[in-house]
């Protein structure tokens, strides 16, 4: 299978809406980053996790290096939210990234 | 810091020419990757660098595609005899060796 699983592919959301993506990942990681990917094609860091949990205002992400996968939940949905979000996940610190296919997020007014 | 600078933004070649992609790190950043973007592969990694030697250049096609690392302010990406399928945007990332890489804005080739 492919080495990073990301679901779901497509997501639409009303503004004020909750929801989570998932990454599960084949192999043991020792990091994971997530990034939102803007209209121009920007790659945006949202999180760097080597372990545990992390917040960043309406975002939270986990990472389970041991169960292989990792979440990001965005609450109260933004427009301004929309765009792919990508999870890479690393096979050890400073190591190539191995991206998963993306989520496809349209947040509607 | 103005990120990690990527040049040219967009590049047009005709089949068979040479392209040659530029990147910038980030100043102090001791690790430098090259990652292509398509629509039907998604992003996939290409080479790597750290202290400017090439570490791990697994991702890069056998032939016609190089990388270097002069100096440790830019990294090269050379593709030779383009052809229509290296279309891509190529994206540039750099480190400090073992946390978070960030990412230029990449570099969008068009091979006609």
Redesign the interface.
């Known amino acids: 299978g492919m080495p990073v699983e990301q679901n779901p592919p497509a997501l639409s959301l009303y503004e004020g809406a909750d929801s989570g993506l998932r990454c599960n990942f084949s192999t043991t990681m020792k990091s994971v980053q997530w990034f939102q990917q803007n209209h121009r094609g920007r790659l945006i860091t949202l999180f760097y996790l080597a372990q545990g949990t992390k917040e960043n205002g309406r975002l939270k992400s986990t990472f389970n290096s041991k169960e292989r996968y990792s979440t990001l939940h965005i609450k109260d949905a933004q427009l301004e939210d929309s765009g792919t979000y990508f999870c890479a996940g690393s096979r050890n610190m400073g190591y190539k990234l191995t991206f998963g296919t993306g989520t496809s997020l349209l947040v509607d007014p | 810091n103005a990120g990690v600078i990527q040049t040219p933004r967009h590049k047009v070649t005709g089949k068979g020419q040479e392209a040659t992609l530029w990147c910038e790190p980030i100043s102090g950043h001791s690790?430098v990757?090259w990652?292509r973007?398509t629509i039907v592969q998604?992003?996939?990694?290409l080479t790597?660098f750290?202290n400017q030697a090439p570490i791990?250049d697994s991702?890069m096609p056998k032939e016609r595609f190089s990388a270097q690392m002069p100096n440790q302010s830019h990294s090269t990406l050379k593709i030779q005899s383009t052809q229509p399928q290296d279309s891509a945007?190529y994206?540039c990332?750099s480190?400090v060796?073992?946390?978070?890489?960030?990412?230029g804005?990449?570099t969008?080739l068009t091979v006609l």
């Open positions: 690790a990757f990652y973007q998604g992003l996939e990694f790597y750290r791990d991702g945007v994206l990332a480190s060796t073992t946390y978070e890489q960030y990412f804005p990449g969008r």
